[in-house]
Antibody
Framework: EVQLVETGGGLIQSGGSLRLSCAIS????????MSWVRQAPGKGLEWVSV???????YYADSVKGRFTVSRDSSRNTLYFQMNSLRAEDTAVYYC??????????????WGQGTLVTVSS | DIQMTQSPSSLSASVGDRVTITCRTS??????LNWYQQKPGKAPNLLIY???SLQSGVPSRFSGSGSGTDFTLTISSLQPEDFATYYC?????????FGQGTKVEIK
């Protein structure tokens, strides 16, 4: 059974840092394209980052230079290091598998999400 | 970036109704269009991928159509568990982008 479990969210002051984790079971993190998608309270979904199976990374302009996606194959875990946090980064953060990214595949498996609240 | 426009933003419908949600993109994306359902407090759930392919385990009352810039999600007979918010998403280019959502409420 596939499971993605995010942890690491919480309340943080503006300018602070936080690291999210996404523990994966049922498939191998390093063989797949993995994304982070966020949702501000009461708002829609926003894609923020992807890490390719070859290790390449891409970011939305809204987080570029502040957030870093990485993975640990030995722990089968995806990470999201968030620095210089702003109030507008307040959101539920989801990790999701981006199936067949290069061929236009969807986000087929999602975690339950973890809430990040940035206080100003 | 590819802009996604869903309509309507919300709708009220009754159990058994046929419901149609549309999604328009700012440029052609072939069939690289996906639909998700999201219930309050839950993660999105993939319903349709490649514009018209039904994800495994999703009831057949859900269907998708379209290509290019205009797409449609149809629920043939609305069930109580279908009251939720629906999002379209393009997977044609990076950054991936989502529509603003359509909330389906009980009439």
């Amino acid at each position: 059974e596939v499971q993605l479990v995010e942890t690491g969210g919480g309340l943080i002051q503006s300018g602070g840092s936080l690291r999210l984790s996404c523990a994966i079971s049922g498939f191998t993190v390093s063989s797949n394209y993995m994304s982070w998608v966020r949702q501000a309270p009461g708002k829609g979904l926003e894609w923020v980052s992807v890490i390719h199976s070859d290790g390449g990374t891409y970011y939305a302009d809204s987080v570029k230079g502040r957030f870093t996606v990485s993975r640990d194959s030995s722990r089968n875990t995806l990470y999201f290091q968030m620095n210089s946090l702003r109030a507008e980064d307040t959101a539920v953060y989801y990790c999701a598998r981006a199936d067949n990214w290069n061929y236009g595949g969807p986000f087929d498996y999602w975690g339950q999400g973890t809430l990040v609240t940035v206080s100003s | 970036d590819i802009q996604m426009t869903q309509s309507p933003s919300s709708l009220s419908a009754s159990v058994g109704d046929r419901v149609t949600i549309t999604c328009r993109t700012s440029q052609s994306i072939s069939s690289y269009l996906n639909w998700y359902q999201q219930k309050p407090g839950k993660a999105p759930n993939l319903l349709i991928y490649d514009a018209s392919s039904l994800q495994s385990g999703v009831p057949s009352r859900f269907s998708g159509s379209g290509s290019g810039t205009d797409f449609t999600l149809t629920i043939s007979s609305l069930q109580p568990e279908d009251f939720a918010t629906y999002y379209c998403q393009q997977s044609y280019s990076t950054p991936r982008t989502f529509g603003q959502g359509t909330k389906v409420e009980i009439k």
